[in-house]
């Protein structure tokens, strides 16, 4: 059953891996780099992509629900993304097919982690 935190999770994840990048001849799916950028050795980017890719994968664990889990995923999911963000000038990212995706993410996963911590308030004050 997917219940209402688990619905904006995903959301957050599909909109984190439609992201698109603009290079020099077409715009690439953030998943796509991830994937590349994580088997190129030698790149400085290679420790972000997988720190990108266990943000995700730690969505999919047992601890998936744990907020420190949720808050270090996020950082972990960020980090390719500020890195990037670093490297490139800022206004190479004034395009809607790179800021709807980023800030649907990041406004859904902070929803996901503040419904989290509602949750356990209120599991605890039982």
Same mark, same amino acid.
């Given at each position: 059953?997917?219940? !209402?935190?688990?619905f904006?999770?995903? $959301?957050?994840?599909?909109?984190y891996? &439609? $992201? #698109?990048?603009?290079? +020099?001849?077409?715009?690439?799916?953030f998943?796509?780099?991830? &994937?590349?950028t994580?088997?190129?050795?030698?790149?400085?980017d +290679? #420790?972000?992509a997988?720190?990108?890719i266990?943000? *995700?994968?730690?969505n999919?664990? !047992?601890?998936?629900n744990? *907020?420190l889990?949720?808050? &270090? @995923?996020?950082l972990?999911?960020?980090s390719?993304?500020?890195? =990037?963000?670093? +490297?490139?000038?800022?206004e +190479?990212?004034?395009?809607?097919? %790179?800021q709807?995706?980023f800030?649907? %993410?990041?406004?859904?996963?902070l929803? %996901?982690i $503040? &419904?989290?911590?509602i949750? =356990?308030? =209120?599991v605890? @004050?039982l």
């Amino acid at each position: 059953m997917l219940t !209402k935190t688990n619905f904006i999770r995903n $959301i957050s994840i599909v909109s984190y891996l &439609l $992201i #698109v990048l603009v290079g +020099q001849i077409i715009g690439l799916p953030f998943i796509i780099w991830l &994937l590349f950028t994580a088997f190129d050795f030698g790149n400085i980017d +290679q #420790v972000f992509a997988v720190l990108g890719i266990l943000g *995700i994968v730690l969505n999919f664990t !047992k601890w998936k629900n744990k *907020i420190l889990i949720t808050i &270090l @995923s996020l950082l972990m999911m960020l980090s390719p993304l500020a890195s =990037r963000m670093i +490297q490139v000038p800022i206004e +190479q990212f004034n395009y809607l097919a %790179f800021q709807i995706p980023f800030l649907l %993410f990041i406004f859904c996963y902070l929803i %996901f982690i $503040i &419904l989290n911590v509602i949750k =356990r308030k =209120r599991v605890v @004050s039982l």
